[in-house]
């Protein structure tokens, strides 16, 4: 027979450890089922005018992110056919017909300050650099880079706090934040997707094994939290060491120096930002599945390991904010696994060529099968509040290059996956006649809870009818 507490005190934290333990269950990559219990639905965060923030009108969290795949589109083999829900998939989105009410094509946004001026070549290095930014980026391939703040990042300042991690950035592709990269640009605008300030790219992660350890810890689910512990003092041992040696050395530093101590020494205050905002949420959802082992031989199983990434970081509620960067703008790489041994960007420049604009068709279907099985798995995930995880967020696929040959930046290929939380109307194609694309931009972080952004980069409004 159990023992059944009589002091109320007793009582009370025993229904708040049971709460708890059934609040852990049901974020958990075990995916157990539970009842949509009014007193475990996710608090709502409300700003003053009443738009609740990173959070749908259920009171589930709402996410958002983006995925970038290079080198332009396949023209003919993108766009489909009819209009608005009276549309057809072309043959590229094939993959998508599974998920065709859960998305959006989007026709018709532009990213004018990505195309040839001036400052002369370098499409691909615009393309990704004004992608979430909107902006010019500087011509350089030395220290002085000049891009965002990027889209996703100034969501993230407003509603970051409310998970463990404020963004995730994920790549299938190296980390890169020097060196040249295209006609005299930077590869920080190539390999990097994420800008917390103009300066100051975010590094993405390309180790699915990294990824999972930075989120629930290493070793076996039973291994994890402790694991997770010996990190944080680690990192917290590291942190405070630097501090000391900084402390010691701005009394040595002449006035010139003394900026980039600064800027250094901020960089350091926003991990120990992060690591006191993980801390803060308590005990980590630990999946019952095992760590990836690492990054694997093929592309194909690398870019299926990240989408999973994505996937339990947004049903774990350990983030509601991510891009993910499938491989850098102008990337040369080959697809072996699908019979194409010619590199990417080679191809992209076809010329009109029939047989590699077919081999470029099958790049662009390779990778919207990986984008089809991951936005079917968010769909089959459901949720408290009775809907999927897809229809709780917004996922934007697209590229900043919109024909490949001849580096366009207008009619970029753009799809928008997911409901918004019920914001977004979604199984369309939707035409917009030369919009910016940072008028998207500014909408979806609009409908994440994001006040007082009053523009991006070339932005001349919000877009109307999503």
Same mark, same amino acid.
Request: proline share 6%; glycine share 10%.
């Given at each position: 027979?159990?023992?059944?507490?009589?002091?109320?005190?007793?009582?009370?934290?025993?229904?708040?450890?049971?709460?708890?333990?059934?609040?852990?269950?049901?974020?958990?990559?075990?995916?157990?089922?539970?009842?949509?219990?009014?007193?475990?639905?996710?608090?709502?965060?409300? @700003?003053?005018?009443?738009?609740?923030?990173?959070?749908?009108?259920?009171?589930?969290?709402?996410?958002?992110?983006?995925?970038?795949?290079?080198?332009?589109?396949?023209?003919?083999?993108?766009?489909?056919?009819?209009?608005?829900?009276?549309?057809?998939?072309?043959?590229?989105?094939?993959?998508?017909?599974?998920?065709?009410?859960?998305?959006?094509?989007?026709?018709?946004?532009?990213?004018?300050?990505?195309?040839?001026?001036?400052?002369?070549?370098?499409?691909?290095?615009?393309?990704?650099?004004?992608?979430?930014?909107?902006?010019?980026?500087?011509?350089?391939?030395?220290?002085?880079?000049?891009?965002?703040?990027?889209?996703?990042?100034?969501?993230?300042?407003?509603?970051?706090?409310?998970?463990?991690?404020?963004?995730?950035?994920?790549?299938?592709?190296?980390?890169?934040?020097?060196?040249?990269?295209?006609?005299?640009?930077?590869?920080?605008?190539?390999?990097?997707?994420?800008?917390?300030?103009?300066?100051?790219?975010?590094?993405?992660?390309?180790?699915?094994?990294?990824?999972?350890?930075?989120?629930?810890?290493?070793?076996?689910?039973?291994?994890?939290?402790?694991?997770?512990?010996?990190?944080?003092?680690?990192?917290?041992?590291?942190?405070?060491?630097?501090?000391?040696?900084?402390?010691?050395?701005?009394?040595?530093?002449?006035?010139?120096?003394?900026?980039?101590?600064?800027?250094?020494?901020?960089?350091?205050?926003?991990?120990?930002?992060?690591?006191?905002?993980?801390?803060?949420?308590?005990?980590?959802?630990?999946?019952?599945?095992?760590?990836?082992?690492?990054?694997?031989?093929?592309?194909?199983?690398?870019?299926?390991?990240?989408?999973?990434?994505? +996937?339990?970081?947004?049903?774990?509620?350990?983030?509601?904010?991510?891009?993910?960067?499938?491989?850098?703008?102008?990337?040369?790489?080959?697809?072996?696994?699908?019979?194409?041994?010619?590199?990417?960007?080679?191809?992209?420049? +076809?010329?009109?060529?029939?047989?590699? @604009?077919?081999?470029?068709?099958?790049?662009?279907?390779?990778?919207?099968?990986?984008?089809?099985?991951?936005?079917?798995?968010?769909?089959?995930?459901?949720?408290?509040?009775?809907?999927?995880?897809?229809?709780?967020?917004?996922?934007?696929?697209?590229?900043?290059?919109?024909?490949?040959?001849?580096?366009? +930046?207008?009619?970029?290929?753009?799809?928008?996956?997911?409901?918004?939380?019920?914001?977004?109307?979604?199984?369309?194609?939707?035409?917009?006649?030369?919009?910016?694309?940072?008028?998207?931009?500014?909408?979806?972080?609009?409908?994440?809870?994001?006040?007082?952004?009053?523009?991006?980069?070339?932005?001349?409004?919000?877009?109307?009818?999503?």
């Amino acid at each position: 027979m159990k023992n059944v507490p009589t002091d109320p005190t007793e009582k009370r934290q025993q229904r708040q450890a049971s709460l708890n333990r059934r609040a852990f269950l049901s974020g958990v990559g075990a995916c157990l089922a539970l009842p949509a219990f009014e007193s475990l639905r996710t608090a709502s965060r409300v @700003l003053a005018d009443g738009a609740p923030l990173a959070s749908t009108a259920t009171g589930a969290p709402l996410r958002m992110a983006y995925v970038y795949f290079p080198n332009g589109a396949h023209q003919l083999n993108w766009w489909p056919s009819g209009q608005d829900k009276a549309f057809e998939l072309a043959k590229t989105m094939l993959p998508l017909a599974p998920v065709k009410n859960r998305i959006q094509v989007l026709g018709g946004l532009d990213h004018k300050e990505s195309t040839a001026g001036p400052d002369g070549p370098g499409d691909h290095a615009r393309a990704s650099g004004t992608f979430l930014t909107g902006v010019r980026v500087r011509k350089t391939a030395g220290a002085d880079i000049h891009a965002g703040p990027s889209i996703d990042q100034l969501t993230a300042r407003q509603v970051g706090h409310l998970t463990r991690f404020s963004s995730l950035e994920l790549t299938c592709d190296a980390v890169r934040k020097s060196g040249n990269c295209d006609s005299g640009y930077s590869c920080a605008y190539q390999y990097n997707l994420a800008w917390k300030s103009p300066t100051s790219p975010v590094a993405p992660e390309a180790n699915p094994r990294q990824v999972f350890e930075r989120l629930f810890g290493a070793g076996k689910p039973e291994e994890r939290a402790a694991s997770l512990e010996r990190r944080k003092a680690q990192q917290r041992s590291i942190l405070d060491f630097v501090l000391e040696d900084a402390a010691d050395l701005e009394n040595r530093l002449g006035q010139k120096d003394k900026p980039k101590l600064d800027q250094y020494l901020t960089s350091v205050r926003e991990i120990e930002k992060r690591i006191q905002q993980a801390e803060s949420f308590g005990g980590t959802p630990n999946p019952t599945i095992d760590a990836p082992n690492g990054i694997p031989a093929k592309f194909e199983e690398h870019i299926a390991l990240m989408y999973d990434m994505l +996937h339990i970081a947004f049903q774990t509620d350990s983030t509601r904010i991510a891009t993910f960067l499938l491989a850098n703008e102008g990337s040369n790489r080959a697809f072996p696994e699908i019979g194409i041994p010619e590199g990417h960007h080679s191809l992209s420049h +076809h010329q009109g060529k029939q047989d590699m @604009l077919d081999k470029i068709g099958q790049i662009d279907a390779f990778y919207m099968k990986q984008f089809a099985r991951f936005l079917t798995k968010m769909e089959e995930t459901k949720e408290r509040d009775g809907n999927s995880l897809l229809q709780n967020s917004m996922i934007v696929y697209g590229c900043g290059n919109g024909d490949g040959n001849r580096h366009t +930046h207008s009619n970029l290929p753009i799809i928008v996956a997911g409901g918004g939380g019920g914001t977004l109307t979604s199984g369309r194609y939707n035409r917009f006649g030369g919009k910016p694309m940072s008028n998207l931009l500014l909408s979806l972080a609009d409908r994440m809870g994001v006040k007082d952004l009053a523009r991006l980069g070339d932005s001349t409004g919000r877009i109307d009818g999503l």
